[in-house]
């Protein structure tokens, strides 16, 4: 499957060190212990990757800096709100693993790639997690599996899910009927930014919601399979509704906005961009590319932005820079 309806895949592994209470329970000293301790085991692992690796302590960034990890999904809101003295971010040059240190858990590895690419992903979090057990001892239990202070992560400890584009299932309102069914077979489907967020831009994450009795290759099995499902669903529903002269209208019109406004809010923006993607991936909009369109999206986020001009930007100044940003990328 190509990426013009998964953007991309998130594989999340949760992990304790034995002998440490969980995160909510321990003062910052033993906390401050934990983050060194990590550290440690992946710089002096035996792996070529282990140099790749850079520590940022939460409490040292700016709050836009740490909004835009958020934007950019390599940690979690809750990371950057409430007591931030001994949380880290260990980061990999690349960005593509984010390992997050006294969030819920001790640790939480999480590896994001491009489209859709379950396998490969959690195969980089394996080796990752190998990696620190080469020297950590982590909580485990035979029968209950990685120990974990929410219940619903006993087991695997993994959480797998995918973005994905669905505009046309949206627009038709079929998804809310879909999120139900999906319950039922052990999937969740949520906003942008995951569990109470909700969607932008027609983005939904798809993810596993057991991780007790149940292997990660079955997890991941069943996420690819129903992931198909939806897939092939928004592409029914995509080709009938751009059929409509209407929505190819809604569609010329979205990119006409976003080639020529000096100035455009992040909502409006990502529903111009959802709209012109759909028009790309069915063909009514050429001399654009999936590629450029995702790039962007975590270009033009409030936060991002203000990290990336080095100085704060009211509303106003935002919606003007981000609307050149788009003018630029969208080749206008």
Do not use: W
């Amino acid at each position: 499957m190509d990426n013009s309806i998964v953007v991309s895949t998130r594989i999340r592994l949760a992990r304790n060190l034995k002998g440490y209470p969980f995160p909510s329970r321990l003062d910052s000293k033993r906390k401050n212990e934990i983050v060194q301790k990590v550290y440690n085991a992946l710089k002096e692992g035996n792996s070529a990757i282990s140099s790749d690796f850079q520590l940022i302590k939460v409490g040292e960034l700016t709050r836009a800096q740490g909004l835009s990890f958020v934007e950019k999904h390599l940690i979690s809101p809750e990371f950057i709100n409430g007591d931030k003295e001994g949380r880290a971010l260990v980061l990999k040059d690349d960005k593509k693993v984010s390992i997050m240190i006294n969030e819920e858990d001790h640790v939480r590895i999480q590896i994001i790639t491009d489209g859709l690419n379950l396998e490969g992903a959690y195969d980089l979090a394996d080796k990752i997690d190998t990696l620190l057990d080469e020297n950590l001892d982590f909580a485990f239990d035979e029968k209950l599996g990685y120990l974990t202070q929410c219940p619903t992560n006993l087991g695997t400890g993994m959480r797998a899910s995918v973005m994905l584009h669905l505009p046309a299932l949206q627009k038709t309102g079929a998804l809310s009927r879909i999120g139900g069914n999906l319950s039922k077979l052990g999937l969740t489907i949520r906003g942008i930014y995951g569990e109470g967020t909700e969607p932008k831009g027609a983005m939904y994450q798809l993810s596993n919601q057991v991780t007790l009795g149940i292997s990660e290759s079955a997890a991941i099995e069943n996420l690819k399979n129903i992931t198909d499902q939806l897939a092939s669903q928004e592409v029914k529903a995509r080709e009938t509704i751009m059929k409509s002269v209407s929505m190819r209208d809604t569609v010329h019109r979205s990119l006409g906005i976003l080639k020529y406004a000096l100035a455009v809010s992040h909502d409006e923006a990502m529903e111009l961009l959802s709209n012109v993607r759909m028009g790309v991936v069915s063909g009514e909009i050429t001399g654009i590319t999936c590629e450029t369109i995702d790039k962007l999206i975590p270009e033009i986020q409030p936060a991002t932005m203000i990290v990336t001009a080095g100085e704060n930007l009211d509303p106003e100044k935002r919606d003007i820079l981000r609307a050149k940003t788009i003018r630029e990328r969208l080749g206008a």
